[in-house]
């Protein structure tokens, strides 16, 4: 829900920053304060727009106790924003994004509104107070979030997927936790996870826009260089062994008219293994394009096709191969095409053309033309929200043309000579008397 809000929201605001990101990085500076606090600048010169996103390497795997907490505090923290945001203009609104390992709050306002702005998140950070009835009032609407999600089918089979795939981890949990979490949540609980966690070790503040750096600056240090510093050990869970075999799992709906088919593999993650992952993402970018060209546009076996993939996290990674099966086609034997396609181009490896075409999409990945600023949100300020420093994300382009294809090629070879992890299915209801024949039951 979400993502599809986000998106329109941002799609409109592309129009003032597309002209201005047509470069790696453009402009783009650190600096540090005393206090521990992360400063980052993006130039945005033909513009009087101005973005301002408040990013913690904080999020739901930081939970020790119950799920939720840190979704809920998200969701009182922007609520606090936007009721204190006195010294906002033109309508200016604070919106908050949790995930696994990180909370941004963000907002898009004139560039002259950069002091109200600052001054706003600087005092909730630093003097945030928390009643029973703001918990209330934001636990009501996480439940109908919650609720919502539950009437969806393909929602419903995502998350038994993650909790299969991460069944060690709290990778594998809901971030707005559930109905019983929510309810056992208090004030103690919030203000505890706030004080444990947003400290300014993990806090970066990113500022985007058409303005002097060094008055920007004395702004932010106005008001997040007071206090003392603090620090936070960020930990989260360590990864096990794989499971020895696929977890397949089936549901029927009435909210599709042909079956979908996800795919899960785990993956290397950059923060334990950077030249894995990398080999592994160049590879999964070169399968893509072949998947489409085979199974689309020569076999026309698959209605559609599209890959995910996420290996910028602290402890896991996965790979998502989701497609759809046209009515003519027998689901069991649609899963083994795509299966047996996969394997032939891990076996085969990938050439050196197909290898740096993969590349420049890395490498135009890292670029904000052309992205709305929901992507700017995703590609900046997550992987920094996620702990990972400033110098390795200005670097990845240059790590990423300094490739090895050999390297590659072993690397999917390696992940790919084992079936998924998971495969999941979601069923039409009319299907589901040839359920045994088509050998899709739950297991």
Known sequence: MFRNLA????????????????????????????????????????????????????????????????NLLSKIYAKKLNDNGNNLHYGAEINSYVGYDQSMYYVLAKTDNLDGILKNFGQIYSDFSVSKEEINTQKQDVEQSLLSKSQIDK??????????????????????????????????????????????????????????????????????????????????????????????????????????????????????????????????????????????????RVASISISYSSWNYDYGDLCITFTVPASEK????????????????????????????????VDSCKFVGHDMFDVVDRLSRRIGSGYDFDFLVRYPKFAREYDLNKINAQAKRIFRNDPSVIATIMPVRNTKNAKSDGNNNQ
């Open 331 to 362: 689901t069991s034997d649609i899963i083994t095409a795509v299966l047996t396609e996969i394997k032939n181009i891990a076996c085969d490896g990938i050439t050196k053309q197909q290898a740096e075409i993969a590349v420049q999409k890395i």
């Open 7 to 70: 998106i329109i929201v941002f799609s409109l605001i592309l129009s003032f920053f597309q002209p201005t990101f047509g470069q790696e990085y453009r402009d783009i500076h650190q600096e540090k304060l005393d206090n521990g606090v992360s400063v980052i600048f993006i130039d945005a010169n033909s513009s009087d727009m101005l973005l301002v996103m408040f990013c913690v390497s904080c999020g739901s795997t930081d939970e020790v106790e119950k799920e939720g907490v840190a």
């Open 155 to 300: 929602n419903i089979i995502h998350r038994e997927s993650m909790r299969s795939l991460y069944w060690h981890s709290k990778y594998g949990s809901d971030i707005e936790g559930t109905f019983d979490s929510l309810k056992k949540i208090s004030e103690d609980d919030i203000k505890r996870f706030k004080e444990r966690n947003y400290a300014n070790n993990r806090v970066t503040i990113i500022i985007s826009g058409n303005l002097k750096k060094n008055n920007a600056m004395e702004l932010v240090k106005k008001y997040f260089s007071g206090g003392k510093k603090t620090s936070s050990e960020i930990v989260r869970m360590q990864e096990p062994s794989h499971h020895e075999s696929t977890i397949a799992l089936t549901r029927y709906s009435n909210q599709i008219s042909v079956p979908m088919v996800e795919l899960y593999w785990r993956i290397p993650n950059y923060r334990q293994e950077k030249d894995n992952a990398l080999s592994t993402e160049i590879f999964i970018n070169a399968m893509s394009d072949i998947l489409q060209k085979e199974l689309i546009h020569v076999q026309k």
